[in-house]
């Protein structure tokens, strides 16, 4: 019986529990669309291209559409082709037709007829409707609604003259709970205290303190990278490593701050196109970044590109609209109302992307940022704070310096009119500086010298220096921090100087060598000397870092010459700085030369100011013209030591920052082309087959709603549109999708197609009151996640009676709580919370547990191997969990394979699982560590039992589950007594080391009793 | 039986049966290891009576080479070195390979010769497939639309070129569920060429379940390590110990079952009884120590070899005797880009004998009959040269999806016999051209399967293993 086949009858029998059930007046959208759209709309429906008789069911317009003869009377079943031609025996005749494969039940036609003799009424198809808030329905029990939402579940179960389930006891709220929120079980005292605390909101106060653990995020993430795609690598042919945690660190902590959900949508499809966005909202790009990359060779790029925009453009559509788009990619959509060109307009927004087709930045594709890992955010947000903080103490006010100013000025005054004083270090100007190796050399006009451009192996410089007439007994040099990258003073941060040599010419005579006799130096790095800058021919030298990473800290060195050094008019110092070591790159970059006329200086013996300075300081103090006054007072605050102290300090946190973001690592993100690229429709969605000339503009679909007037016409103005009031379906899909994670299915089961071939609603007035609630309390996700769950409908026990089970089989109309398998990540965590193996930290990158050997490499014929990770990364939340797109972890069972977008999760119940969670390493270690902790917080084997169950399951065992514990353990003992050796060779499992304090047999017996309750139904399953 | 329990079981087969009985998610059912689909009065989907009941088929990842092994071109030689006709190649597109570059004919240096009985042309590389050319049905009209490695397998395995659909198993085990009680319905083995001369990857999509229930999805038996992974019990837990603490698992979940009354966990014990039994059946599978030598020869010398194709192809008689639906060998090799003189006699010998035991092995037992034996790759290879012409060291053949060869045998084929034509460079299809729709069309057919009625509903839509294409090829059915 062909009928049999038909995926109709499947969808009436589990959706509509029982049509006859329903009120009598017919439904369009709840019941003639689907038939329609399931039997008709093939060749009947929206795509044009394929459309049969000219004939369309899917509009109104067409429904009544007078033809001949006329297709519907209205209110007569009797008459009309419609009918006439689904009723008929005529073979030639009938519909739909025989090859169609497709056939309408009596109970179809049955229904089709009472719609027409009901008048045949249209409307739009519910979920392109705009929602609207329903009243809450009557119930005839007034006392078990907790809050709205249980109206409607109420009032649906009434119809069918069924009753909710009495509320779950607490033991198994709580543990629902914690699991519900944050993806780990309960602690044995988390349920005492919750059993103990008998104030009304015991309940609520569980939950907000849930809600704000960071746990919730890390578990809220799971379901939202299972439907951005997210993976570590980047599948095809050498799925090579990419860096798409960052993102993954995005959704957790988007989920824990409580993002509202319309920022988090825009953020991710359009961050980049935000008013100067910052690093985070970049990073938020990344989602539509996760989809596959193809290096495979011999692969054409813009065939590869065009893939990705198609993936873009589907999985935006399947997870904020729930429309399965891809149908449109090469004719118009079958079913629902979206054109192909819709499609490519829909396309042309993620079309433009600065991107290549190849896998071009490492593993990862262009565009791509660098950004820091969280310790490094972290450090990176003190170091702002920090420089804000030392330009502050930088720029005292001026007013404020008056004082000290005033007596600076009077110092300063009486030593340059005393003619004695020649204690001091008088700054030079080199009037010509060369390199050797052609590097730019820049003079300032205070002295400093600073070389850039070409950056040589190996450097000399040459400075020419006038000079006053006077004697010279010291020169020192000051190496400088500066504004290059690590800021100083080498060119790369250190150097190594080699020589320092000096010559004295005077006016047309050849330079005279000048001798110096010692050299110091404030700071010298071990086994770089100062006194080996006086060797001239030395591969050795003088160099400055300090073994931390600090070179960015004004260092100086002093010479003293053998002889007074006299110095005629005309004269100039010719200085000769030489790097010639072994170490390449290590290149002075800014310094500064001064001369003294004493032997008696020092490091801190004071600089006498620069000339300009000088000058204005020689003047009439009365007579200083304000910008005169200016200078002195800018220079004076710069000498004082609140700056000097600043400013080094400040230098060394630019130094540090500058190395902390050499360190940052490189994320894709979104960012669009200057020029946008062209939109063509494809043929058959070919990536060299455009249809015709046509350039396409970015544009919704016109069937859903209408674009923001003030939206750009960019990606920003689609995220817009989708968060927009007035689209009917990104709320809805919202609210059911999170429906789904705490029910177990949706209102819409089909979450991924809210179109009209995907089911209907459940309760549809329940699915618009969540959607409308939710909008208009500004998106808050944690606010609709508490409303979930604090509805009697989610308090209710999951026990399933016979007769329920019968009328209800799948809990569509929730008279019970859902009772199913965990997730396997979950399970997973479980096991590592329950034996405190669990090691919580959260973001960062992926970590590698354990997994059978040779996996990897099995696939990749060697090429890829797995390196295990040890300590902690075994025992991360699988959130962590290396994903290798080609081949997922092997103990994550029913997960999505993270090809393509998924919404919808698989259950299965095989027993590939059961040796899984029997025998792989991780939960065998898992057993044996709880069991330790069973032997050592417990003396009684009785004691020890229940302890196990209120670990475990967050519930005392019964008496016939005591005895089953103590059979395990008993035959578990009497066996290794028998055979220690298997007993030893048990408790090596896993790379942590049992304890020694316990009888291996002992520990061993109860590793078994672990790996048991680790396996049971219950302790797998949410209940 | 406590008569809740009783009722509540009941109340399971119903529930499951029921719904089984409804559609072909029926075959939802049909589980991994569940017991004989027939035996429980299910349908199943036969829309008419199967010459076969499984399927072997083993699979040439990287593209063998046509026009060296089975499509005799002798008028090709006539042609060496002169440029291949633009009226040939009709500006069909070419990989980045050899797009733009020059396009030299290329004959074949190997010889050709009749085989059988019935005289079917092949190369002097396959002798032992020329031993069994009289139950051969050559096809040399093949042609597909994916121009690389991955997407024309996952388009041949799954009827798209996008990973994301069920593969040809899943969808056989899916609608015909399982023909045995402790082996799984679909299984996948891989090898690879011995001088590891091509990198193509064995993705886990080439034998996933795509949208279907995860259950459908091929077991990987492996080459090294378990079998099947993490079969074996942890060190310390020996067989008998695990079987008696399997019994107070069982007895813990019945109690919870008693207690909370969801019938899922009655599968969930059936199953851990499942993953029991399998413990002994795979391992005793993968034994081959059992096998007398005169069948262990007939596969060749490398059948001792863990992991080989020839131990592959044995293991995969073993599957079909225990009832195994869909037996998929993937071997990975042939990607002859620039080593056609040297790697060609390679892999042939490392995959003809094996190939050729295992349709002589199943003949002599008279499994022949009913199990359906496949041997191809994605693709062929084209009839130019890529590299240099003048380097014969380096004669290549690149990737070339317009016309190719592969065989079958057994299960409703019809022996010693050939069908299409290739052009005389064996470049486009000449006559009766069988496109990766229709082969899979057919296989389904031989199976008892309608290839248009076998669908699944998702994402709105009823999904084909051949997509809205495909024709049974019924000249080439016994």
């Known amino acids: ?1023 | 039986m406590h008569p809740i329990e009783q009722h509540n079981q009941g109340i399971t087969r119903r529930h499951f049966f029921g719904r089984s009985s409804v559609g072909i998610g029926s075959a939802a059912l049909a589980s991994l290891l569940n017991d004989n689909v027939a035996a429980d009065d299910l349908p199943g989907i036969s829309h008419f009576a199967p010459k076969a009941k499984r399927v072997i088929y083993l699979f040439q990842n990287g593209a063998p080479t046509h026009l060296d092994l089975f499509d005799h071109k002798p008028e090709m030689q006539k042609y060496r070195g002169t440029d291949l006709p633009d009226t040939v190649q009709k500006g069909q597109r070419l990989t980045t390979m050899t797009q733009g570059k020059q396009r030299k004919v290329l004959p074949t240096p190997w010889k050709f010769r009749p085989y059988g009985e019935s005289g079917t042309y092949m190369s002097e590389l396959v002798p032992h497939m020329g031993s069994i050319a009289d139950e051969l049905c050559l096809v040399r009209s093949m042609y597909s639309e994916a121009i690389n490695h991955a997407p024309a397998i996952t388009f041949l395995l799954t009827g798209s070129e996008m990973p994301g659909r069920p593969s040809m198993g899943a969808w056989l085990s899916y609608g015909l569920g399982s023909d045995n009680q402790d082996l799984p319905t679909f299984c996948a083995m891989t090898s690879r060429d011995r001088e590891a001369s091509c990198g193509q990857i064995f993705y886990e999509w080439y034998w996933g379940a795509g949208f279907l229930p995860t259950h459908h999805q091929g077991v990987k038996f492996r080459g090294n390590g378990d079998p099947v992974l993490y079969l074996s019990n942890p060190q310390g837990i020996d067989r008998g110990l695990r079987k008696n603490l399997l019994d107070q698992l069982s007895k813990l979940n019945h109690l919870k079952q008693k207690e909370v009354g969801d019938p899922e966990i009655l599968t969930r014990i059936t199953q851990y009884e499942l993953a029991y039994r399998m413990q002994a059946s795979v391992p005793e599978l993968a034994d081959i120590s059992t096998e007398p030598q005169h069948v262990l020869e007939l596969y060749g010398p490398d059948v001792t070899e863990r992991g080989s194709f020839a131990q592959n192809c044995l293991l995969a008689r073993r599957l079909a005797e225990k009832g195994v639906r869909f037996i998929q060998l993937m071997h990975a090799g042939w990607d002859q880009h620039n080593n056609l003189p040297t790697q060609l006699a390679v892999q042939t010998r490392d995959t003809d004998q094996p190939a050729a035991g295992l349709v002589k092995d199943l003949k002599q037992r008279g499994l022949l009959d009913d199990t359906l034996v496949i041997w191809g790759g994605e693709f062929g290879r084209t009839p130019f040269a890529q590299g240099d012409m003048n380097n014969e060291k380096q004669h290549g053949r690149d990737h070339h999806p317009y016309c190719f060869s592969l065989w079958m045998a057994g299960g409703g084929i019809k022996g010693g016999t050939t069908y299409g034509q290739s052009d005389e460079f064996g470049y486009n299809v000449a006559e009766n051209g069988v496109h990766v729709h229709d082969l899979q069309a057919t296989i389904l057919h031989l199976l008892g399967i309608d290839h248009e009625k076998l669908t699944y509903r998702f994402q709105g839509r009823e999904f084909r293993l051949t997509d809205i294409h495909g024709k049974v090829v019924k000249p080439i059915l016994a």
Request: proline content about 6%; some cysteine; overall charge negative.
């Open chain 1, 1 to 1023: 019986m062909s009928s049999y086949r038909s995926g109709l009858f499947l969808t009436a029998m589990l959706l509509l529990p029982s049509v006859e059930l329903r009120a009598q007046k017919i439904d369009f959208n709840q019941d003639i669309r689907p038939i329609l759209s399931n039997n008709c709309f093939l060749c009947h429906g929206p795509d044009e291209g394929n459309r049969e008789a000219d004939l369309r069911l899917d509009t109104e317009a067409g429904i009544a559409e007078l033809r001949d003869p006329p297709l519907i009377v209205k209110g007569d079943a009797s008459q009309g082709e419609f009918m006439h031609r689904i009723t008929t025996n005529d073979m030639d005749l009938k519909m739909p037709p025989a090859d169609s494969n497709l056939q309408l039940t009596s109970q179809q036609i049955a229904t089709l007829k009472r719609w027409i003799e009901q008048g045949a009424e249209y409307s739009v198809h519910w979920a392109f409707s705009p929602p609207t808030k329903p009243a809450l329905p009557p119930t005839k029990n007034k006392s078990w609604a907790r809050n709205p939402l249980d109206h409607f579940i109420l009032a649906r179960l009434e119809q069918d003259n069924l009753q909710p389930s009495a509320q779950a006891d607490r033991r198994t709220l709580i543990r629902r709970l914690t699991f519900d929120l944050t993806g780990l079980p309960p602690t044995p005292d988390e349920v005492e205290a919750f059993l103990e605390d008998t104030s009304d909101d015991a309940y609520e106060k569980v939950i907000k303190r849930l809600l704000e653990s960071s746990r919730y995020g890390e578990h809220m993430a799971w379901a939202w990278l299972v439907a951005a795609r997210y993976s570590d690598t980047n599948g095809y042919q050498g799925d090579r490593t990419r860096s798409s945690y960052f993102w993954r660190t995005w959704v957790i902590e988007a989920f824990n701050s409580n993002m509202p959900y319309d920022q988090f949508t825009i953020e991710q499809i359009a961050g980049d196109l935000l008013v100067q966005p910052n690093t985070s909202q970049l990073i938020a790009t990344g989602f539509n970044r996760n989809h596959p990359l193809n290096g495979e060779g011999g692969r054409i790029a813009e065939e590869n590109r065009v893939e990705y925009v198609f993936d873009r453009t589907e999985t935006t559509s399947t997870v904020w609209l729930g429309l399965t788009m891809a149908c449109a990619r090469c004719h118009d959509h079958k079913y629902d109302p979206i054109t192909q060109r819709e499609y490519y307009e829909l396309y042309a927004y993620f079309n433009s992307i600065d991107e290549t087709g190849r896998v071009d930045a490492g593993g990862n594709a262009k565009p791509v940022i660098k950004v820091p890992t969280l310790a490094q955010r972290a450090r990176a947000e003190e170091i702002t704070q920090a420089i804000q903080q030392y330009n502050v103490a930088r720029s005292q006010s001026l007013d404020e310096l008056r004082d000290a100013r005033e007596q600076w000025i009077s110092k300063w005054t009486a030593i340059l009119n005393d003619e004695q004083s020649s204690s001091f270090w008088t700054k030079v100007v080199p009037e010509k500086a060369e390199s050797a190796e052609g590097a730019t050399i820049q003079v300032e006009p205070r002295g400093k010298v600073a070389v850039s451009g070409k950056f040589p192996d190996f450097d000399d410089y040459t400075l020419s220096i006038p000079v006053a007439p006077g004697t010279i007994e010291a020169i020192r040099l000051e190496a400088l921090t500066n504004d290059t990258q690590y800021r100083g003073p080498g060119r790369n941060a250190n150097f190594v100087l080699t020589s320092f040599e000096v010559a004295l010419q005077t006016e047309g005579a050849e330079p005279t060598g000048v001798k110096i006799h010692e050299a110091r130096a404030d700071f010298v790095q071990g086994g770089f000397q100062i006194a080996e800058v006086l060797q001239s021919d030395s591969k050795n030298g003088w160099a400055v870092w300090d073994g931390e990473l600090k070179t960015a800290i004004d260092r100086q060195a002093i010479f003293l010459l053998e002889q007074p050094l006299v110095v005629a008019e005309n004269s100039n110092l010719i200085v000769t700085l030489k790097h010639r070591s072994e170490h390449a790159k290590h290149l002075l970059g800014t310094f500064a030369l001064s001369v003294s006329g004493s032997r008696e200086v020092n490091f801190g013996t004071d600089t006498v100011p620069p000339a300009d300075v000088v000058k204005i300081l020689q003047t009439d103090i009365d007579q200083w013209k304000p910008e005169q006054e200016l200078v002195v007072a800018e220079f004076h605050r710069t000498t004082t030591e609140q700056y000097k102290s600043a400013t080094a300090d400040l230098q060394l946190i630019l130094s540090e920052q500058d190395r902390l973001k050499e360190g940052f690592q490189e994320t894709m993100i979104m960012r669009d082309l200057a020029n946008a690229r062209e939109t063509r429709m494809l043929g058959v969605g070919r990536y060299d087959n455009p249809l015709n000339d046509e350039k396409l503009s970015p544009g919704t679909i016109a069937g859903i709603s209408a674009m923001p007037e003030d939206a750009p016409k960019n990606r920003l103005g689609l995220a817009q549109w989708i968060v927009s009031p007035d689209n009917p379906l990104t709320s809805r899909v919202t609210v059911n999708r999170f429906w789904q994670q705490f029910f177990g299915t949706g209102l819409v089961k089909t979450t991924e197609d809210f179109g009209s071939q995907g089911e209907v609603p459940s309760h549809p007035q329940l699915l618009d009151w969540l959607a409308v609630d939710f909008q208009d309390n500004h998106w808050n996700v944690k606010r609709l996640v508490y409303q979930l769950v604090t509805s009697a409908t989610y308090k209710q026990s999951s026990k399933v009676s016979p007769e329920l089970l019968e009328k209800d089989p799948y809990n569509r109309l929730l008279g019970r709580a859902p009772r199913h398998r965990l997730a396997a990540h979950t399970i997973r965590d479980n096991a590592l919370a329950v034996s405190g193996l669990l090691v919580e930290q959260l973001g960062g990158p992926s970590v590698k547990p354990y997994q059978p050997p040779g996996l990897w490499a099995d696939f990749s014929f060697g090429k890829i191997k797995y390196t295990q990770d040890s300590g902690d990364a075994l025992y991360r939340r699988s959130l962590y969990t290396f994903w290798r797109r080609s081949l997922s972890p092997p103990n994550m069972f029913d997960e999505a394979n993270r090809q393509t977008c998924e919404v919808r999760s698989k259950r299965t119940n095989t027993p590939l699982h059961a040796l899984t969670l029997l025998n792989d390493i991780t939960f065998v270690e898992a057993a044996r560590v709880f069991a330790e902790q069973l032997i050592q917080e417990n003396k009684l084997d009785s004691e020890r039992f229940i302890s196990a169950f209120e670990k475990a399951l967050s519930r005392p065992p019964t008496e016939e589950e005591l005895k089953l514990m103590n059979n395990i353990v008993t035959m578990s003992r009497q066996h290794y007594q028998d055979k220690p050796e298997e007993a030893a060779e048990l408790l090596q499992v896993g790379e942590s080391k049992p304890s020694e304090d316990i009888p291996a047999v002992e520990l061993a017996a109860f590793t078994n009793l672990a790996n048991i309750i680790f396996n049971t139904d219950e302790f797998i399953s949410k209940e």
